[in-house]
């Protein structure tokens, strides 16, 4: 198993140098990620739609934050991403009284 981890790894090392230098080229990560991201954004929120508004923000940052990624594996920083995220639309929530006053 950590075999199959290292090379996916390493894969997307070298998926992530060429987004770097061709945003265009980000697709194959995005395709690798998209469901992953997807069913932990929906455990997280419960709804479909907030799951989908959730999953496409991760993309955006990422896409948008991927020249200064540097160290770690990407699928870790995508997780944190995720879950910066889903933190932050858990905080945009209006809160509901347990007891009506």
């Given at each position: 198993m950590?075999?199959?981890?290292?090379?996916?790894n390493?894969?997307?090392?070298?998926l992530?140098?060429?987004?770097?230098q061709n945003?265009?080229?980000?697709?194959?990560?995005?395709?690798?990620?998209?469901?992953?991201?997807?069913?932990?954004?929906y455990r997280?929120?419960?709804?479909r739609?907030?799951?989908?508004?959730?999953t496409?923000q991760?993309?955006?940052?990422?896409l948008?934050?991927?020249?200064g990624?540097?160290?770690?594996?990407?699928?870790?920083?995508?997780?944190?991403?995720?879950?910066?995220?889903?933190?932050?639309?858990?905080?945009?929530?209006p809160?509901?009284?347990?007891?009506?006053?």
């Open positions: 950590s075999g199959d981890r290292n090379e996916a390493l894969a997307d090392q070298t992530v140098e060429r987004a770097q945003p265009a080229a980000f697709e194959p990560l995005y395709d690798r990620y998209l469901d992953a991201i997807y069913a932990y954004c997280r929120l419960g709804t739609e907030l799951a989908e508004d959730a496409s991760v993309f955006v940052q990422a948008a934050a991927l020249p990624y540097r160290a770690g594996t990407f699928r870790d920083w995508l997780s944190a991403i995720a879950r910066d995220v889903v933190a932050d639309l858990h905080r945009a929530r809160t509901v009284p347990l007891i009506e006053p």
